[in-house]
């Protein structure tokens, strides 16, 4: 009995050691790399410097296989080759990219159809329009919008394939595939040993534990407005999304159209906004934010606060200056 008890004290008193020594000892690290048409971030804390940088390295190779696989631009990709295969039977499917399809199909349901992965024949449309400076012609805009509809994409749990019912469906995962790869390159840095790092994938961030003695990673919440007072975030263990036209957007007569599509007319959100939303992984949080986008600020701040560990902010230009809307977990 004796014994055992000096055995515990001697690892309790090991314990205490080593967590003191670890947080006096951590440094700061970061990396960066383009990956998915923007520089990937990432921050680390670790008393390790190789092994931190052979973290990070893993990381960013994960980052960069998911964007062979999940890229709608690249004619090499596994999502390609999917869409490719539209209209015909089930095709089998990796398992990030089913991954990826099965969060996307419970946003999609639980958006009522504002979020819809299968808006590629639309995107690949107002996309061109943006390029060429004219909007798209009416026969155009039909035929892509009647191959656009989250009912024509099936997945199968049981033998992880995927099915497109319509031929000349494709499938478009900008809205959340940065997201998932922040998730995923989190989780490489976890397994290698690193528990306290930010992940930024463009606009969506993922953080584990915060860095020594703080109670988070400092993120400041974009706004149309600029920076607010309160609208800076300690992000420990969560993830961060912004979804806004601040860099993607195209003015055609006067109209101000953004790269957010709403799937249910097939014309982008015109105006200005932007949508904040933390939730407990980036999947989530990238989903989500442009979920919120299509919505609008009432139907988009129910969604959210249905969302477990979720909450959002929007600002919005209106005739009457800019609006602010906040879920009920932002505070
Ligand atoms: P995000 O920046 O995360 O809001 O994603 C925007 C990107 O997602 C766009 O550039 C399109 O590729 C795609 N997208 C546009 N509208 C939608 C939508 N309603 N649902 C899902 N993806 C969309
Ligand atoms: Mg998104």
Redesign the pocket.
Known sequence: MVVFRMLVAAVMLIAATTSQDVSTTLERFEYSQPHMGTLVRITVYAADGPAATRAADAAFARIGGLDQALS?YRDSSELTRVSGQSGGGPVAISDDLFRVLRA?VGMARDSGG????T?GP??VLWRHARRAGELPDDASLAAARALVGAGNLELDEARRSVRLLKPRMQL?????A??FAADEAAAVLTSHGIDRALVVV???IVATGPPPGKPGWRVAAASIGGAEPGSFLDLRQAAV?T??DAE?FVVLSGVRYS?????RTGM?LTGRRSVTVVAANGTTS??L???V??MGATAGMRLVDATAGAAARMTEETAAGIRTYQSSRWR
């Open positions: 709608d996307a504002a979020f819809d992965v808006i639309l995107s478009d995962l900008g809205a959340i940065k997201g463009g606009g969506d999304s979804s806004g993607q790269h957010i599509i709403d799937p982008p990238d989903a934010a442009t979920a986008s299509v």
